[in-house]
């Protein structure tokens, strides 16, 4: 059996004295680790800010897509900060869990809605299509990197 490494994120829970990552159901099926079994664990801190970095990545994605391209830096910057804010509120709907079952599925679309609607309502119609268009193009770029 070729040994990989499987990355995930979820939240610290504590137990007792000790703290505990649930592993969500489809990483232990892909591991094929069982109840009572040894895993090897390696661990960071996640961090969550957007930063620098992140935000040339946004950019320099929206310059390459022909959808994007007409967007000014500040009208990036605008946007992928939206974008960033999403995916944490996202995240926050569910304690830091990656989406593991319906409930958390749900719990995480809600708050997803919830985040475009207050988007709509506060910058308007046209920033907000803006946006979806926007999120669009870094969904389709980070799906076609995996």
């Not at 869990?97 to 809600?110: E, F, I, P, S």
């Not at 999120?135 to 980070?142: L, Q």
């Given at each position: 059996?070729?040994?990989?490494?499987?990355?995930?994120?979820?939240?610290?829970?504590?137990?007792?004295n000790s703290f505990c990552v649930r592993i969500p159901n489809n990483v232990i099926k892909?591991?094929?680790?069982?109840?009572?079994?040894?895993?090897?664990?390696?661990?960071?801190?996640?961090?969550?800010?957007?930063?620098?970095n992140v935000l040339e990545a946004y950019y320099k994605v929206a310059n390459q897509s022909v959808e994007l391209k007409h967007l000014s830096k500040d009208?990036?910057?605008?946007?992928?900060?939206?974008?960033?804010?999403e995916g944490k509120t996202c995240l926050g709907a569910n304690k830091g869990?990656?989406?593991?079952?319906?409930?958390?599925?749900?719990?995480?679309?809600?708050?997803?809605?919830?985040h475009r609607e207050q988007i709509k309502k506060e910058f308007g119609e046209k920033l907000y299509k803006e946006y979806l268009v926007f999120?669009?193009?870094?969904?389709?770029?980070?799906q076609k990197q995996s």
């Open positions: 059996m070729k040994e990989e490494w499987v990355s995930f994120a979820n939240a610290l829970i504590k137990q007792g892909e591991t094929g680790i069982r109840n009572g079994g040894l895993a090897a664990i390696k661990i960071k801190k996640l961090d969550l800010e957007l930063t620098g009208k990036i910057m605008v946007l992928s900060t939206l974008l960033f804010n869990a990656v989406m593991q079952d319906k409930r958390q599925g749900l719990n995480m679309m809600k708050a997803y809605n919830k999120a669009k193009v870094m969904a389709e770029k980070i």
